[in-house]
């Protein structure tokens, strides 16, 4: 399949954002972009890395920043996991130079297929089109494939359908202008297949059904947990902010959380006994927040503590509300939440 006809629709249709740069690109402009890019809506990553570039305008000074430096200043774009990945992965290519294959790229960490892909592709030429599930849908509804949007088999053949189209056009662009087609025009929901460049060699389109590739993904079951977070105050007005050390928040700093099961005041108490703390704590309310597939309830509880309840490093470090610490949203729910219960005091759990 050629893609003539989808370079010249691109040329009229194109979207502009800050990393699309004359090929070839930075490979620096194009990782970072690429790494935003992975969980959060190019809109947003079209905001805020231009604020990145400003904070770190080169691949060495991510390298001699500090962890918590890149984290902080993923502040905004969420799955601040990336964050650290792209601060190893600095230290890593200003030692050992960048490789350009997609196969190299992928041994780095934090690169997986589609990203290796991109960055050999806008930065280095290579051919081999990162697939995502723009890529996945269009090469589905293109071939009428009855496959899932994420299987093994849709992405095996998305690559080999694709790369042909690349090499007959000689450019990388026929990869981003596949990506625009995905999200502008062959959409998940109600394509607008009158105006597809690709619609004459469409099969889906020409059995009438577009929507029904690919297949839907097969439900996850979702994950409902209930954590606890203990709002502790010292005399000072500052907060206890602990760092989470395992996933999904791992790296950031956050009130104190309790995170496994069984009865809420059993929690509690095992919360307060690892602070070596003792006191009632007040309940404040209650909560929800998203971390990916996981819609977790957060119960809020509070404590005034004693002046000589002292900074520990197993513990955490005492903060005031403004300081720059690199956390999650789910700090400032926490702090809204028991800003408001300031007026309203009695608060009980049904
Ligand atoms: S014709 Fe319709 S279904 Fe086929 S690629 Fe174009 S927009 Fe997608």
């Known amino acids: 399949m050629d893609g003539r006809q989808l370079l010249d629709w691109y040329s009229q249709h194109r979207r502009s954002f800050p990393w699309r740069t004359p090929f070839p690109r930075d490979p620096y402009l194009v990782l970072v972009a690429e790494v935003m890019l992975q969980q959060t809506q190019a809109s947003r990553v079209a905001e805020l890395l231009p604020r990145f570039l400003a904070r770190f305008p080169r691949l060495e000074d991510v390298a001699a920043a500090g962890e918590d430096q890149v984290v902080a200043a993923f502040a905004g774009l969420g799955y601040y996991r990336r964050a650290r990945l792209l601060h190893r992965l600095a230290q890593q290519l200003v030692q050992r130079g960048w490789p350009q294959d997609p196969h190299q790229l992928r041994q780095l960490p934090g690169l997986g297929p589609y990203t290796a892909a991109a960055v050999a592709a806008f ?24 496959l899932s949007a994420h299987s093994a088999q849709l992405r095996r053949q998305a690559t080999a359908l694709f790369s042909q189209m690349a090499q007959s056009q000689s450019t990388p662009a026929l990869f981003e202008a596949l990506m625009d087609l995905g999200a502008t025009v062959c959409r998940p929901v109600s394509p607008l297949c009158g105006q597809c460049p690709l619609a004459a060699r469409c099969l889906a ?9 690919p297949l839907p993904k097969p439900q996850r079951a979702r994950e ?9 105050e010292n005399p000072a007005g ?5 760092p989470i050390t395992e996933p999904p928040l791992q790296g950031l700093w956050l009130p104190p959380l309790e995170r496994g099961s069984g009865e809420v005041e059993t929690r509690l108490r095992r919360l307060l006994g690892e602070l070596g703390l003792g006191g009632e704590p007040k309940a404040v309310g209650r909560l929800s927040h998203r971390i990916t597939h996981r819609l977790i309830t ?15 490093g197993r513990n955490g470090r005492w903060v005031s509300v403004e300081a720059n610490v690199p956390t999650s ?5 926490i702090a809204r939440l028991v800003a408001e219960a300031e007026s309203q005091r009695s608060i009980t759990y049904g």
């Open 123 to 146: 930065a280095f030429g290579h051919l081999t089109p990162p697939v995502d599930g723009n890529l996945a849908r269009i090469a589905a509804r293109l071939l009428a494939l009855p």
């Open 329 to 333: 949203s789910l700090a400032y729910k």
């Open 205 to 213: 389109f020409q059995k009438g059904r577009p929507e029904d590739f």
């Open 298 to 312: 957060v119960l809020v509880f509070r404590l005034s503590v004693p002046p000589q309840v002292g900074e520990n």
């Open 238 to 242: 500052e907060v206890l902010l602990r």
């Open 224 to 232: 409902t947990p209930t954590w606890l977070a203990l709002w502790l």
